[in-house]
């Protein structure tokens, strides 16, 4: 946030202290209690994922959002260049270098907003969470009429589930033209272990809301049979692919290696999107300046990456000195790294992490602290950190969420923490209902 010493945005001074109007999580955990018990959910998620969505709302100007988008369609303009394509998949594994007709359900972008606007700090191709926010949208409350009616954000709630089925519609009719979209199976490793088991079950109940078939499956459920791709339920049309093991290396994910090369079904996203645009290294060719002028990347395009991308290189032994006294202003994560894992604040890292760090595939990258969410624990205030995530289908945002957490990265373990919407601030920077809110409003 910003010092005492400088003013204040309208949304720093909402985040700070605007704690009328959020989502009510009691009612938001009672309705998914309700809906998905139904469905086969053992616990409640109150008891499983207390700390699953925050109450609080993140507040970011209508200029940040934009820019943030301008950033997603530059590097989907690049990604789309013969010279980028060659240079990404030239170390890719072999299977990532097919390139299947679907483009890929459900990357993030995912930023931080610094001082000078947002950084885009990742992009993931798997990413979870745009069906639980897409819920989360229907629990938000107001201390007052006059407030609900001021705040908007940049996601609109009432639509996102049929633009999420429509998503997948359109990676169908991609690969398979005007044949019937009869089955979808959700592929994940042991399903109901995972975190997000609860966002499949609501996958699975709007695919089965539009008339598809769906089904929750470990991948050694899968077979292949004739060319075509089966669970215990019959052949599977298209996959949904929440697996992190991103090229289908491991043993048992070999029958989905075999049907995703035989276009045995329409797997997405898969191994060329995870190549093009999730390997961390592609960051580094991202924020190159040299690099995109000698692509003849169009200098407008260039600028807008150059400027909202921290400038990212690959971690070689030979620089080891120089990362090693630059390290409190970098942040390290592993090539084909996800969610946290194996990345360190290079502040925080020893001699003995460093070292392994050389020793693996990792970039470095220029550091941007989050921004801060003001909110409340049961010891008083908490300053709580801020990720804003971009949910992206083919080049084009279908939802802007936030993701509240402390700590070096997100965790979904911090109280008052979770996934949070995002709303703009009013031209006043206040709620503008101060006399109906009574103290908690601005």
């Not at 994922?49 to 369609?73: C, D, I, K, Y």
């Not at 600028?303 to 620089?319: F, G, M, S, Y």
């Amino acid at each position: 946030m910003s010092s005492d010493f400088t003013p204040l945005s309208a949304a720093e001074r909402l985040n700070r202290e605007c704690f009328c109007i959020g989502t009510d999580v009691a009612a938001l955990h009672d309705w998914l209690d309700a809906d998905l018990q139904r469905h086969g959910l053992a616990a409640s998620v109150a008891q499983s994922h207390p700390n699953l969505f925050s109450s609080l709302p993140v507040f970011v100007t209508r200029a940040h959002v934009q820019q943030m988008q301008q950033v997603v369609h530059a590097v989907h303009a690049v990604i789309g260049t013969e010279a980028f394509r060659r240079k990404a998949l030239g170390s890719a594994p072999s299977i990532a270098t097919r390139a299947p007709a679907a483009h890929g359900v459900l990357q993030s972008y995912d930023f931080h907003l610094g001082a000078d606007g947002p950084k885009l700090i990742e992009i993931n191709t798997n990413a979870g969470g745009a069906m639980l926010n897409a819920v989360m949208g229907r629990a938000q409350e107001a201390c007052c009429r006059e407030v609900a009616d001021l705040v908007r954000g940049p996601s609109d709630y009432d639509s996102i589930e049929e633009r999420l089925m429509q998503m997948f519609a359109a990676e169908w009719r991609r690969a398979r033209g005007t044949a019937p979209l009869r089955r979808i199976a959700i592929v994940d490793t042991n399903p109901r272990e995972q975190y997000l088991y609860p966002e499949f079950l609501l996958f699975q109940r709007l695919f089965e809301s539009h008339g598809v078939a769906a089904s929750i499956v470990d991948p050694g459920e899968l077979v292949l049979v004739g060319g075509v791709l089966r669970d215990a339920a019959g052949p599977i049309d298209l996959v949904y692919n929440r697996l992190t093991d991103f090229y289908f290396e491991r043993p048992e994910h070999a029958i989905l290696a075999q049907a995703y090369r035989a276009d045995a079904a329409v797997v997405t996203p898969h191994p060329h999107a995870h190549a093009l645009y999730a390997n961390k290294r592609n960051l580094a060719l991202l924020s190159d300046a040299a690099l995109l002028a000698r692509w003849g990347i169009d200098t407008t395009v260039a600028q807008c990456l150059l400027q909202n991308i921290p400038r990212t290189i690959r971690v070689k032994p030979a620089d080891a000195e120089t990362l090693w006294a630059d390290r409190k202003r970098l942040f390290f994560k592993p090539t084909s790294g996800y969610g946290s894992g194996g990345a360190y604040r290079g502040e925080k890292i020893t001699k003995r992490v460093f070292a392994d760090i050389l020793a693996g595939d990792y970039v470095a990258q220029a550091l941007v602290p989050p921004s801060e969410r003001l909110g409340a624990d049961e010891h008083g205030n908490a300053v709580l950190k801020v990720d804003l995530r971009n949910y992206v289908y083919d080049g084009e945002v279908l939802l802007v969420a936030a993701r509240l957490y402390q700590g070096q990265t997100t965790n979904f373990r911090t109280p008052g923490g979770g996934f949070a919407p995002v709303f703009y601030p009013t031209e006043s920077g206040t709620c503008g209902a101060e006399p109906a809110c009574g103290p908690n409003c601005v």
